[in-house]
């Protein structure tokens, strides 16, 4: 049996999240007020981290998020 891919963390990168769990992905940072669009603007901002997004105020409850990222749908 694979291992699981590892949980997403606070260090976990924008891209990470969108290269995993795909449109999943995109909603749930969209739900917590990170939209990364039909691609990334910014070709930096795929690299920021979670918490660097959470403490610029592009993403809100970075707790809540994570919790929903690390649920199997």
Do not use: C, W
């Not at 049996?1 to 949980?7: L, N, S, T």
Request: negative net charge; hydrophobic residues 35%.
């Amino acid at each position: 049996m694979p291992d699981a891919a590892p949980a997403f963390t606070a260090d976990s990168k924008i891209a990470d999240v969108v290269g995993r769990l795909g449109d999943r992905g995109r909603d749930l940072l969209r739900s917590h007020g990170y939209d990364v669009g039909d691609g990334f603007v910014d070709v930096l901002s795929q690299y920021q981290t979670l918490e660097h997004a959470y403490r610029v105020e592009r993403i809100r409850n970075l707790k809540g998020l994570l919790a929903e990222l690390n649920t199997d749908q």
